[in-house]
């Protein structure tokens, strides 16, 4: 299982002594609250796109499950439809949804099986958003199906200093669906 964690003290490891600028995308959000919960020392400023800070629901915990069940019986490529409905708008460009099958395709099923298994032991870290006193951002897409903008409000409104920025005509991966807003809005938050 790749503990959300384990993840976190990896990339401490990497990152060594010098603070960084955190950029985390989906299941990266539950990864960089992880990080700032065991080594804050290390986060300099952190955006947080298209994620959110809760647990998964018993729910949710369930349909990671299916999903692991599914891609080791099916393999990988069978998580190309469903995922693909899920994560972008329903308007997305073609780009956008070659890059995702990619990106799928390319992922070993255990790796797979492992990250579902990870973020589903992942525990609540709401309670964290309060103490994260570096510059924080969130962002989400605003067609996201997984976290919707009022979720994402909410964790903007959680931190503190934290501010929110929509992008529209994206839905759970806006790096993917409009990279040049979100490289935008990125350099913005980084010149601060």
């Given at each position: 299982m790749l503990t959300m964690d384990a993840?976190?003290?990896g990339v401490a490891a990497f990152l060594g002594e010098e603070p960084a600028d955190v950029v985390a995308l989906s299941m990266g959000g539950y990864l960089a609250l992880a990080l700032w919960e065991r080594h804050p020392q290390v986060v300099r400023s952190l955006v947080f796109m298209d994620t959110k800070a809760e647990a998964d629901t018993d729910e949710?915990?369930?349909?990671r499950q299916a999903m692991a069940e599914s891609v080791v019986a099916?393999?990988?490529a069978s998580l190309v439809e469903p995922m693909t409905d899920a994560l972008l708008a329903p308007d997305a460009g073609l780009w956008a949804k070659a890059r995702l099958r990619t990106m799928i395709e390319d992922t070993p099923v255990e790796t797979i099986v492992a990250a579902l298994n990870g973020m589903a032991a992942r525990p609540d870290r709401?309670?964290?958003?309060?103490?994260?006193?570096?510059?924080?951002?969130?962002?989400v897409g605003d067609q996201d199906r997984l976290i919707p903008v009022t979720q994402a409000e909410a964790m903007a409104e959680a931190l503190p200093g934290g501010s929110l920025v929509v992008v529209e005509d994206a839905g759970h991966l806006p790096p993917?669906?409009?990279?040049?807003a979100v490289n935008g809005v990125l350099a913005r938050f980084l010149e601060r």
């Open positions: 993840l976190a003290d949710g915990r369930a349909g099916n393999g990988a709401t309670p964290l958003l309060a103490s994260i006193d570096v510059p924080s951002l969130v962002v993917i669906e409009q990279p040049a």
